[in-house]
Each structure stands twice: as structure tokens, then as C-alpha cells.
């Protein structure tokens, strides 16, 4: 990924969502990927995206709009 790249999917994903260890063990990773699927899809073609930040797996959580990290963050914290 060239600086260009970089910078294209930083403006992309601008809504982290920091979710603690504990707070992930007791809600279960999958339990909150199925709750993302469920909610917000897995299309391109949907309006809210979300990913997980890659090498942060279940800690790391990103949202291309404020709505669906505000959802997510009330939902899981």
C-alpha cells in the first residue's frame, strides 16, 4: 500500500472503536462479528461499513460513518 492508499483509507475509516479485553471476553468476538453482520451487512453496497483493523482482532473496530460506531460503542460497551 502505497502513502496515496494510506491516506485514502484513513479518510475512509475515520470512526475507531476501542473495545477492551474484558469487555471482549465477555461479550464473545463472535457474538459482537454476528451482531455487525446482523446490523450493518457485509455488501459494499450498504451504507454503513465496518471492519475490523487488521492485526487488532476483536479490540480494533472501524465504521465509515459516526452513526454506526455511536451504535456499535452503545451496544457493546
Known sequence: MNSK???QDRRKW???VLVSPETRYANG???MWD???KN???SKKQKH?????WGHIGTHWQFT???SAVLF???WS
Not at 461499513?49 to 483493523?53: A, G, N, P, V, Y
Open 73 to 75: 460503542t452503545l451496544t
Open 5 to 7: 492508499q494510506r491516506r
Open 29 to 31: 468476538y463472535d457474538t
Open 35 to 37: 451482531w455487525c453482520l
Open 14 to 16: 475515520q470512526y475507531h
Open 40 to 42: 450493518f451487512g457485509n
Open 49 to 53: 461499513h465496518w471492519r475490523e483493523k
Open 65 to 67: 460513518s459516526a452513526e
